[in-house]
């Protein structure tokens, strides 16, 4: 519906913007994610990027998409009722 897309739009403009560039620009308050410094020269190893998306929790948070921490416990009621009908 149209408030489903205005939030798409809202969240995706986080995302797609130049400001990723920059090495201060976090996608989340608490700063664990954030686009990781891209080595100009190419020299960089595919490990440290890899170590990068090991260090990111197995299970995202609603922080990530800039939701509220409520966002989590709505969708977890959701999927049970959703589950006993």
């Known amino acids: 519906d149209n408030q489903d897309g205005r939030c798409i739009i809202t969240i995706l403009t986080d995302f797609y913007t130049d400001r990723i560039l920059k090495p201060d620009y976090k996608f ?6 954030f686009s990781p410094d891209i080595d100009k020269s190419g020299d960089a190893k595919l490990s440290l990027y890899f ?5 990111l929790p197995i299970s995202t948070t609603p922080e990530v998409f800039w939701l509220h921490n409520n966002a989590s416990l709505t969708a977890l009621i959701n999927e049970g009722g959703y589950i006993c009908k």
């Open 28 to 33: 989340s308050e608490s700063g664990i994610y």
């Open 51 to 55: 170590d990068y998306i090991r260090s």
